[in-house]
């Protein structure tokens, strides 16, 4: 009857089931390696990786899982070696990472820079300031009401950093200072909609203009070229994952530094563009004619902060 | 008349609940193809007493014995297989009647169409097989339970109050199914009612139960006649009976 | 506000253009999303079906409201954390890093049915108390095995079963918190609807976003349909 044909079906039904479910996680271990790329969410969201990573997989016959996550999240994810490479703006804490030895080397691969948006009523008058520093002064004392990253990223950094520079402390309990702990998106849907000022890397802003109407740049000119201020600019570096960490393909990360820092690879960098964009978001670091040793070289400093 | 065997067997068992002791048997036996009637007034314990015989609670004190072999606290399927309970309120799962009716059969991994239509015609039902069993009536439901019963062939079937609730039509169906029954298959048939003339028209024993306890089981006709224990007289004319120190 | 509504109208027809074009990246995901909530459903119902009956058969009262206890919690429970204990279980420093199942369609699997598994339990349990008691002295003096006892009862109870599966599945399709920590949103490995509309939001895409959460819908809706006409069409025919 009914219940015997059942008996029979289901030890079937749970067999190709778990085969189904179980079968991605076996098909990964064919040709090609696996190389696990932990990077923040502005990165990923920018399109650069979508864009030349290709190459790389073809080249290394490797697939390159990008995890975008928070600058945090990411290094966590280094120090678990949960990831085989890292690629942050976060200089310091990069810096940190390495001489703790969650990784085994650094390089710089890429910069582009800071601006700081504001409502175009302008209420602060951050418009008139000579620079960062100031407009940040002008915000402190209007009150005028700014939106923080407040979650550690790389532009959170960055932002305390420059608030620290120009003398001031910042009382956290302060009415017209918000800090929200999200990504860079959903800060400047809230500037946008808050009317408040935000401390923004200049791409992500870019890819996100048509949704911010009431944004505008008023600390950093139109482009990089505008914008000389050091302090503003955003350093990308790679990090190689130490292999004393369990399971870490440390062989394929450093082939993937080797790549990213060569001439052929920095040029497209440079040659990147958003969909409507017109302006380069990344700007390579390293000479594009001829090939360096990364590796054996020390890192720049690109910052100006030390 | 030939010694029939012991199929069922109580001995010492008491059953409490709450600090009160709802069943006290020192000595029980059943033999086999008994027609016996249990009577008794409501909170006699006349359905623990049928738990106990379906094997559904374990006694708390003494022991049972089927065929002779003591009952261990949880019997074997086997056993409990034996012996099987029409209640007084049919409960039908929401299938089709036949299905109902076959459940029994399907549990032990039985396949017997015929023999579910047989029963079917037996209790007069054979044109609704295939209907929702509960959209049935109380005595269509009820009739469907005893076929239900009947379809595993049990050794021992019990019914408590199973026809307290039909009209006369359905209870004249089940009762002379019941008849059939114990005839034919010599089918060991115990049951509880509270109308005494069913007790008169079916059973060839009848028992008392007084708080509890066994106070007269006797053949139905002596029981039934003036000779029978005063207690069995009061019980039977309606009155207040008062439990006698003698059993 | 007119740009929302503009948004709102775009994303109908953005959702249209997907599903009608067979967009291969869009196909990917829905493979990826059924396989990982149809999956822990499966594994949460396999599981959580005889643990919940069981407990609706057997369990004593106070045992009972214990057990109930714990699944109101793990049904309340915010999915990102155990999406986070889960990472930590699997992480490569942690005590499951051989299974290699960290960003991978298994982890998500995992966490999801942790997930589903209190509604499942609960839900079932629930619905196995709420079966008349007389029914179980029936089974047993038909000779049922303790396995037949809840088979029938679960049959009889199988309303508020498929309430509990549907719950479930609801509860793990729509999963954004655990799956993203878990999977980590890789494209082509793990990206399913969820983390797809988490990601094209925060890129400011959100007619896309919204195109995507029409069409999760849309498939929850159908997938649902799908139980309870399964469900009606056993009913109907009163089979088992």
Not at chain 1, 36 to 50: E, F, I, M
Not at chain 1, 202 to 223: C, K, N, W
């Amino acid at each position: 009857m009914d219940s015997r044909s059942n008996r029979r079906c289901l030890p079937a039904l749970i067999a190709s089931f778990l085969l189904i479910i179980l079968q991605p996680t076996v098909s990964a271990s064919s040709e090609t390696e696996v190389l696990r790329l932990a990077t923040t969410t502005s990165t990923a969201d920018s399109g650069l990786l979508d864009a030349i990573l290709g190459d790389f997989e073809t080249r290394f016959h490797a697939r390159v899982d990008v995890i975008a996550v928070g600058t945090g999240h990411a290094l966590a994810l280094g120090r678990a070696g949960d990831a085989d490479v890292l690629l942050v703006h976060a200089r310091e804490r990069e810096e940190g990472f390495l001489a703790a030895g969650h990784a085994t080397h650094r390089s710089d691969v890429m910069y582009n820079d800071f601006v700081l948006v504001g409502p175009r009523d302008d209420p602060a008058n951050t418009k008139g300031s000579s620079g960062i520093l100031d407009a940040l002064a002008r915000i402190a004392k209007a009150k005028a009401v700014f939106a923080s990253r407040g979650d550690d990223s790389g532009t959170h950094s960055r932002e305390i950093k420059l608030w620290a520079l120009g003398g001031m402390e910042l009382d956290k309990g302060s009415s017209w200072y918000h800090a929200l702990g999200q990504g860079m998106g959903a800060t400047l849907t809230y500037a946008n909609e808050r009317g408040a000022y935000t401390l923004t890397d200049r791409g992500t802003f870019l890819s996100q203009i048509r949704h911010l109407s009431d944004l505008e740049i008023q600390v950093g000119g139109q482009s990089i070229l505008e914008n000389q201020d050091v302090r503003l600019r955003n350093s990308y570096g790679v990090l190689v994952v130490s292999d004393a960490k369990t399971g870490v393909n440390s062989s394929m990360a450093k082939s993937f530094v080797q790549w990213i820092i060569s001439p052929d690879v920095q040029r497209k960098i440079a040659a990147f563009r958003s969909i409507n964009g017109t302006q380069p978001l990344f700007y390579p670091v390293h000479n594009q004619k001829e090939p360096r040793d990364e590796l054996a070289a020390p890192p720049d400093d690109a910052d100006g902060l030390s | 008349m030939a010694a029939a065997e012991v199929l069922l067997r109580l001995s010492g068992v008491r059953q409490s609940y709450a600090g009160r002791c709802v069943v006290d048997v020192p000595e029980l036996q059943l033999h086999q193809g008994e027609f016996l009637a249990i009577l008794g007034p409501s909170g006699a314990g006349k359905t623990t007493l049928l738990r106990l015989l379906n094997l559904l609670e374990a006694p708390h004190e003494g022991a049972l014995f089927l065929s002779g072999d003591r009952l261990p606290g949880r019997p074997l399927i086997e056993h409990r297989r034996r012996v099987t309970t029409v209640f007084q309120r049919p409960k039908l799962l929401s299938r089709s009647v036949e299905q109902n009716v076959a459940l029994g059969l399907e549990m032990r991994g039985i396949s017997d169409p015929a023999r579910v239509a047989m029963l079917l015609d037996r209790v007069g039902l054979k044109d609704l097989a295939k209907v929702s069993a509960l959209q049935l009536s109380g005595g269509e439901q009820q009739r469907v339970a005893l076929a239900r019963a009947l379809a595993i062939q049990p050794e021992i079937l019990l019914l408590d109050e199973a026809t307290a609730n039909l009209d006369p039509l359905n209870t004249s169906i089940i009762e002379n199914l019941l008849r059939e029954e114990h005839a034919t298959q010599k089918t060991t048939i115990i049951f509880v009612t509270h109308n005494q003339f069913q007790a008169r028209r079916l059973a060839e024993s009848c028992l008392l139960m007084l708080e509890g306890k066994v106070v007269a089981r006797s053949a139905a006709d002596h029981f039934f006649s003036p000779a029978a224990d005063l207690q069995v007289r009061s019980f039977l004319a309606g009155e207040l009976v008062i439990p006698s120190a003698s059993s | 506000m007119k740009g929302s509504w503009e948004t709102i109208q775009t994303a109908f027809a953005e959702a249209l253009r997907l599903v009608a074009g067979l967009d291969p990246r869009l196909l990917e995901i829905l493979e990826m999303t059924l396989q990982v909530s149809l999956g822990a459903l499966f594994l949460a119902t396999l599981l959580g079906l005889p643990i919940g009956a069981l407990c609706g058969l057997e369990a004593g009262p106070r045992f009972r409201g214990l057990i109930r206890g714990l699944m109101y919690t793990g049904m309340g429970l915010p999915p990102v954390v155990v999406g986070l204990a889960v990472y930590l279980f699997l992480s490569r420093s942690g005590p499951l890093a051989d299974l290699g199942w960290l960003f991978t369609p298994a982890a998500m699997i995992t966490a999801q049915t942790f997930l589903a598994l209190p509604l499942v339990m609960g839900l079932t349990m629930t619905a196995v108390e709420a079966v008349d008691p007389a029914l179980k002295p029936q089974l047993v003096s038909l000779g049922a095995t303790k396995g037949q006892v809840a088979r029938w009862t679960l049959f009889e109870a199988r309303g508020g079963v498929l309430t509990a599966i549907a719950a479930a599945f609801g509860a793990a399709i729509s999963e954004v918190g655990a799956v993203m920590l878990v999977g980590g949103n890789i494209e082509g490995q793990t990206r399913v609807l969820t983390t797809a509309i988490v990601l094209e939001t925060r890129r400011g895409e959100f007619a896309l976003a919204m195109a995507l959460g029409l069409i999760l819908v849309s498939l929850t809706f159908a997938i649902n349909f799908l139980l309870v006409a399964f469900g009606e069409g056993k009913t109907l025919r009163g089979r088992g």
